[in-house]
C-alpha cells in the first residue's frame, strides 16, 4: 500500500534558521504531491502541490519544495523561519487507485522561537 | 466566502448515544470526503464521496456512515460512538478530485467519547 514517512515529528528552531522537513512517499508510479500546514487550533490549509513540470515548487508565505524522483522525495524547504511559521505540517500524496485519497504522512510539528 | 464548514466545533457525547456531524460546502465542489486525525497518525480517511449519491469507504470506516444526498451536505454519522473515535475530524472537498486540486479542508470537529 502506498504510503508516506515523515522523518521528523519534532523539530524546534530559532528565527531566521533555515527549515528543511523531509518526505518520502513509496509509490513509484505518477504521483501528485502536496504540503500542507496547520497553524494551532486552525484546519489544514494548503502550502503548495506539485503536479507535473519544474519539479521546484514555490508555494505561499516564502515556502518551496523540492521533487526528487530518484529519491521517492518532496521535501520542504524554506530559508528563514518565522515565528509565526509554528505549526504541524503534513505531507499528502494522491493514491495510485482513486481520485478522492489523499494519503498523509504523520505530521511534523515545528516551533519556533523567537 | 467559499468555504467547508462543519458543525459542531467540539462535541462531547457518551459510549452509544448516536450522533451527527454536519458539513456543508458552498463552492459546488463534486468530490468530498471525511478524514481523522490522530497524534502520530496524520489524518486517515473515513469516507469519500464522488458526487451525489455516490460514496465509498477509506481506510478507517468502521463505526462511521455517511450519506450524499445533496451535493453540498455531506454528514458524518456515528451510530454507536466508542472512546476509540474520541478523535479531530475534518471534512474536505475538492472541484473533480484530488489528483488536480487537492482539498479544501472544514476547520474540525473535536469528538470525546466517554
Known amino acids: 500500500a502506498q504510503s508516506v514517512s515523515q522523518h521528523n515529528h519534532h523539530v524546534i528552531l530559532s528565527e531566521a534558521a533555515s527549515l528543511e522537513l523531509g518526505c518520502n512517499y513509496s509509490y513509484g508510479g505518477t504521483v501528485n504531491l502536496f504540503w500542507y500546514v496547520q497553524y494551532p487550533g486552525q484546519h489544514l490549509q494548503l502550502l503548495l502541490k506539485y503536479f507535473s513540470g519544474d519539479p521546484l515548487v514555490k508555494g505561499i508565505k516564502g515556502f518551496e519544495a523540492e521533487f526528487i524522483k530518484s529519491k521517492f522525495s518532496f521535501n520542504l524547504r524554506k530559508p528563514s523561519v518565522q515565528w509565526s511559521d509554528t505549526a504541524e505540517y503534513f505531507c499528502a500524496v494522491t493514491s495510485s487507485g482513486g481520485y478522492n485519497k489523499l494519503i498523509f504522512g504523520a505530521g511534523t510539528r515545528l516551533a519556533v522561537h523567537p | ?114
Open chain 2, 1 to 114: 466566502e467559499a468555504q467547508v464548514t462543519q458543525n459542531p466545533r467540539y462535541l462531547i457525547t457518551v459510549t452509544g448515544k448516536k450522533l451527527t456531524v454536519t458539513c456543508s460546502q458552498n463552492m459546488n465542489h463534486e468530490y468530498m470526503s471525511w478524514y481523522r486525525q490522530d497524534p502520530g497518525l496524520g489524518l486517515r480517511q473515513i469516507y469519500y464521496s464522488m458526487n451525489v449519491e455516490v460514496t465509498d469507504k477509506g481506510d478507517v470506516p468502521e463505526g462511521y456512515k455517511v450519506s450524499r444526498k445533496e451535493k453540498r451536505n455531506f454528514p458524518l454519522i456515528l451510530e454507536s460512538p466508542s472512546p476509540n473515535q474520541t478523535s479531530l475530524y475534518f471534512c474536505a472537498s475538492s472541484l473533480q478530485g484530488v489528483r488536480s486540486y487537492g482539498y479544501t479542508f472544514g476547520s474540525g470537529t473535536r469528538l470525546t467519547v466517554v
